[in-house]
């Protein structure tokens, strides 16, 4: 059985694609998805400096039928949205295939990782032609491949290797967080949070598969 990630460029005109190149700063974290007639439903996590217009910029959209802010703090929102054009996940649906959750969308563009069968992979490529979505194969493997082998997401790693390259884990640093922000062209928020989740994955390996508890 294959696993596979592959580089999505979202559709122009679907609301997801217009709002994440209007904020391209902004990290849209979709946490899980859920299809239906003609719809689409999804919760989605805001990572900004100010999430309110991007908030407010959702609501604006015609496509964009139902939006329910369920709660916010300083830089994060959760929102479940519901859109009558969920056209980026309908290859998803039709090949059937499971996506790896939370996947981050910036910028219009995301990354996708599944485990499926041969078959369902084919047809997941047909699906994603089909429909229009432009992707690239980033790997397909066995599943026997280490856990380590996909540990990080490439953004992850791109920024845990520029923290670690300006001195931000030394003791004591000789960076900070918001120049290694500066340094990536992003903003402290944002760097913040790949770098959260960055550590948490390796400590998490780590207890896993080096340091076992006995």
């Known amino acids: 059985m294959p696993q ?26 979709v946490v899980a998805t859920l299809g239906g007639n003609g719809t689409g439903v999804a919760l989605v996590e805001l990572v900004s400096d100010d ?18 802010l369920l709660w916010k703090r300083d830089d994060e929102a959760l929102l479940q949205v519901e859109t009558r054009d969920p056209l980026p996940l309908l290859p998803v649906w039709k090949a059937g295939v499971p996506l790896r959750t939370p996947f981050e969308i910036r910028d219009g563009r995301t990354t996708w990782e599944t485990t ?12 994603l032609a089909e429909f229009g979505v432009e992707f690239e194969v980033e790997y397909v493997r066995g599943v026997e491949s280490g856990p380590a082998d996909d540990l990080l997401t490439d953004r992850q790693l791109e920024v845990l290797r520029a923290a670690a390259q300006q001195g931000y884990y030394e003791t004591p640093r000789t960076a900070t967080l918001t120049e290694v922000a500066e340094s990536l ?13 960055a550590e948490g994955a390796v400590v998490d390996w780590f207890l896993a598969e080096v340091a076992p508890r006995e």
């Open 116 to 127: 499926t069968t041969d078959d369902r992979l084919a047809a997941f490529g047909e699906a």
């Open 4 to 29: 596979a990630r592959l580089a999505i460029t979202l559709p122009e005109g679907t609301w997801i694609h217009s709002l994440s190149t209007e904020y391209p700063e902004t990290t849209f974290r």
């Open 51 to 68: 999430p309110v217009p991007v908030v407010s910029a959702i609501e604006r959209r015609e496509d964009v039928t139902d939006l329910a």
């Open 185 to 197: 062209d992003v903003s402290k928020a944002t760097a913040s949070d790949i770098l959260q989740r």
